[in-house]
């Protein structure tokens, strides 16, 4: 089964730095746009940044825009999310996923369009 693979979770103070990396196939970041969602407890998902396969163009949701960065380095199959000036409502449980019907990144995806979801890396901001 596809699956991708989120690493790089784990506890940090406020303003600190994380960085995230979500692992794949070749043909999976050549073909699909690839998402990184957020899911705190008690809360709904939420589309965090999204990068695109088609010309690296990227999106980012207006809460972490200015402080996350997203990139894709295609040599290692793997694409980062780079978390800076972390806060304690960053906190949750972060995934990548494959947008299977778009290769570049638009406002308007929504979640049922994304698949071979990871297991997730937990990411924790806090005194």
């Known amino acids: 089964q596809v699956q991708l693979v989120e690493s790089g979770g784990g506890s940090v103070q406020p303003g600190g730095s994380l960085r995230l990396s979500c692992a794949a196939s070749r043909f999976i970041l050549e073909d699909y746009a690839i998402g990184w969602f957020r899911q705190a407890p008690g809360k709904e998902r939420e589309a965090v940044s999204c990068i695109s396969a088609s010309d690296g163009s990227t999106l980012y949701s207006d809460s972490v825009k200015g402080r996350f960065t997203v990139s894709r380095d295609n040599d290692v199959h793997t694409v980062y999310l780079q978390m800076n000036s972390l806060k304690p409502e960053d906190t949750a449980v972060y995934f990548c996923?494959?947008?299977?019907?778009?290769?570049?990144?638009?406002?308007?995806?929504?979640?049922?369009?994304?698949?071979?979801w990871g297991q997730g890396t937990r990411v924790t901001v806090s005194t």
């Open positions: 996923a494959a947008n299977l019907m778009r290769r570049r990144c638009v406002q308007e995806s929504q979640a049922h369009e994304y698949a071979y």
